[in-house]
């Protein structure tokens, strides 16, 4: 904690003034009773000496402060009775404030790298709030005198807070309970007790004053979405509650949200209901993965003691069946499911013409809020040469219906990974390029290598650290030219399959016109709230933010929906401290919270714990005895910072840690909790046990022995 030898000496000096202040007594001196009897003495004084007095009482009270001593009350008391009302205000006003920020920097350097190491997951939340509320959060502390001071000023120290922020924020927050001691030292002689001073219905007036830097946010607050929207006239009557753009996952969700609570809304989707997911995402990749998988079975037959070799591969009939699979899920997302619900379904292009109206098929929906939720597209890099052939994407892939002999699928992330075994599997001569040192940069690189090495097991070509430069078409034959360590790579392909990532959709639909931000990142500049810098339009899913994920998605549609629909009356932060992923190859790569190359780069003292799935009785007798459960806590404790799952239904594995990491609940839950046997998920139970192990009591455990020892006889 205090590992640097500057910061222990400091600590030791500091830790020797407050004992010698406490054993020499001079806390006596600063009690309301001692400065009565002593209060002509110290008027003589005065009188004799008035700089001197005044510099000695200025230096003593901001070090009383400053070291968190008892007695500034008193001290207030005394510099009114001694200097009168006007040069004791002044006086304490500015100690105080510099005692104050003295405290807080001292317990900064002293604690805030410690606190900040040790708790930062859980002040991420608190951090952001005090960059950019900080000082409203202090003002309302300082102007309530029902908070004692200098915990203030310890607590505020662990935060990001700027000393200058804390300095004049503390000046102005104090002076008027400043005030009123000030005040009341100027009758010292009728003060019986320091809880007088504060009546009940001077904290009452206190505690009013104290909600003066709410109101006034809520004022500035009002003043911006009035200068937001003050061009754009106001409609007297509105035909919608909420209008949404885009019928994708968060589309669905935020309209299914408002119809439940009763309000008016429309939702408007230039294509299909479902949007990416439905179509050209989640579902046909997963039921595509499925016939890929069950292939793959097909060829291990006779280690399950089959015979008759592997199925032949109908590629036309794979793509089929995926179509077919989308085509189940369908209603789940359609017109008719949502109208029924009370949802105006509207096809066709929409265009924002003001915050208030929504232009669609010849008709101008005016709207109190709007959600946009018009997901993304994949990314197309501009390689040189890419243009003259037909190049697959995500998108497009679905139309497929021949098997490509060399498939080339430039990117190495999730989606990329996915399709290159999928493809390889049922056939293709598959090359996988990627200019990252690795494939899925965001998880481990002992996940990325297990993986690499499952893939050319199967026949893949993995190129990392290749960067494409350019495309030829070379007496008909396709040529990726990648650069590689300084040489140039040429890589032969029939079909390629861009999977570089995704932006998000922002153009097209009138938000240039009306100036809707955007962040560095493409995606629309959104609020903790997920408002645009309209306070009316907000956003959720792909176009606003980093995660493209379904499910997080769906969960951003909630808190976009409630705060668009009873935003005037209680707003809620989008949560996404947990954000859960699984990357659906074979095996499945499932994460949520810290991996431990995060850990590492970010000092955050933390454990490993591993559970290795060749161990789990089920995992062998299905035959997938691969992969392990990775687990991260904080030293000595059972805390769950993150977990990292690699093997056979990783994705459904994950599910009990996030509940676990969103409740609070740590690895002796888990492991006191009965799983059923045998199964899977008996695997996070053992990774519990194992952390169980790792923890046992040693030096109890060696007592007990001898115990069993003379049990025994």
């Known amino acids: 904690m205090f590992g640097n030898g500057k910061k222990l000496w400091i600590v030791l000096a500091l830790a020797l003034v407050v004992v010698l202040f406490f054993s020499l007594g001079l806390h006596h001196y600063l009690t309301l009773a001692e400065l009565k009897s002593r209060q002509a003495a110290f008027q003589q004084y005065y009188a004799a000496h008035r700089a001197l007095s005044l510099g000695l009482y200025f230096a003593l009270y901001v070090l009383v402060t400053a070291l968190s001593l008892p007695g500034a009350a008193v001290m207030t008391l005394a510099g009114a009775a001694l ?110 007790r320091l809880g007088g001073i504060l009546s009940p219905g001077l904290l009452l007036s206190f505690a009013l004053l104290g909600t003066f830097p709410l109101l006034a946010r809520k004022a500035v607050e009002v003043v911006r979405q009035r200068r937001a929207l003050k061009d754009f006239p106001r409609p007297k009557r509105f035909d919608y509650n909420l209008v949404v753009l885009g019928a994708g996952a968060a589309g669905l969700v935020s309209a299914y949200i408002a119809t439940a609570v009763k309000a008016r809304v429309a939702l408007i989707e230039k294509d299909q209901m479902g949007g990416d997911c439905l179509h050209t995402g989640c579902v046909p990749s997963k039921a595509l993965i499925r016939s890929a998988r069950m292939l793959a079975y097909s060829r291990r ?37 949502y109208t029924a619900l009370g949802v105006d379904c509207i096809k066709g292009a929409a265009r924002i013409s003001s915050p208030y109206a929504v232009e669609v098929a010849g008709r101008t929906l ?66 996988q390029v990627d200019m990252a040192p690795r494939l899925l940069m965001r998880e481990d690189p002992e996940v990325a290598a297990f993986l690499r090495t499952r893939f050319e097991s199967e026949g893949v070509r993995v190129l990392t650290n290749h960067a494409a430069k350019e495309v030829r078409v070379e007496e008909g034959e396709n040529i990726l030219m990648c650069e590689h360590q300084g040489q140039t790579v040429a890589v032969p392909f029939d079909a390629i399959l861009v999977a570089v990532g995704r932006r998000a959709r922002t153009t097209g639909f009138g938000l240039e016109e009306l100036g809707v931000r955007l962040s560095e990142g493409g995606t629309l500049d959104a609020d903790p709230f997920l408002r645009t810098n309209f306070p009316n339009i907000f956003c959720a899913g792909d176009v606003a933010g980093s995660y493209q994920f379904t499910h997080i998605a769906a969960h951003q549609a909630w808190y976009a929906a409630i705060n668009a629909l009873f935003g005037d009356f209680r707003k809620f932060r989008a949560d996404d401290r947990l954000i859960p992923w699984c990357t659906f190859t074979d095996p499945e790569v499932a994460r949520v919270g810290l991996s431990e190359s995060e850990a590492r780069q970010r000092n955050i003292p933390h454990e490993v714990t591993r559970f290795a799935l060749a161990e789990l009785d089920r995992a062998i007798a299905e035959g997938e005895e691969h992969g392990w459960v990775k687990i991260l806590t904080p030293p000595g404790k059972d805390q769950i910072l993150g977990v990292t799952i690699v093997g056979h239904h990783a994705g459904d594995l994950l599910a009990e840690y996030i509940l676990a990491m969103k409740h609070g609940l740590g690895l002796n839950k888990i492991f006191a909790t009965i799983h059923p046997y045998p199964t899977l998920a008996e695997a996070n139970k053992l990774a519990a046990g194992e952390w169980k192990k790792a923890h046992a009591p040693k030096k109890l455990l060696k007592w007990v022995e001898k115990y069993h020892a003379w049990r025994r006889g």
């Open 366 to 431: 005016t709207t109190r809020s709007i959600i946009v939720a018009t997901g993304a597209e994949p990314i197309v890099p501009s390689i040189p040469g890419l243009d003259q052939v037909d190049y697959l994407t995500s998108t497009s892939l679905w139309q497929l219906r021949d098997l490509p002999q060399r498939l080339l699928v430039l990117g190495g992330g999730p989606i990329g990974c996915e399709l290159t075994q999928a493809f390889a599997r049922f056939g293709s001569e598959v090359t």
């Open 83 to 192: 200097f009168g009302f006007w040069p004791a205000l002044l006086l304490v006003s500015f100690a105080s404030s510099i005692g104050a920020t003295l405290a807080f920097l001292i317990s900064r350097f002293l604690l805030r790298d410690w606190v900040q190491s040790r708790f930062g997951e859980r002040l991420q939340a608190l951090n952001a709030g005090i960059r950019t509320e900080g000082g409203f959060y202090l003002f309302t502390l300082r102007l309530v005198p029902i908070f004692p001071f200098f915990v203030i000023n310890l607590l505020m120290g662990l935060t990001p807070m700027r000393t200058r922020t804390y300095y004049w924020v503390s000046q102005i927050g104090m002076l008027p309970g400043t005030a009123v001691y000030v005040n009341a030292g100027t009758q010292l002689g009728q003060i019986e």
């Open 301 to 337: 037959a006779e280690e399950f003691g089959l015979r008759g070799g592997a199925a032949a591969v109908d590629f036309a009939r794979v793509m089929e069946r995926v179509r077919e699979v989308v085509k189940k899920v369908e209603p789940h997302d359609s017109v008719e499911r």
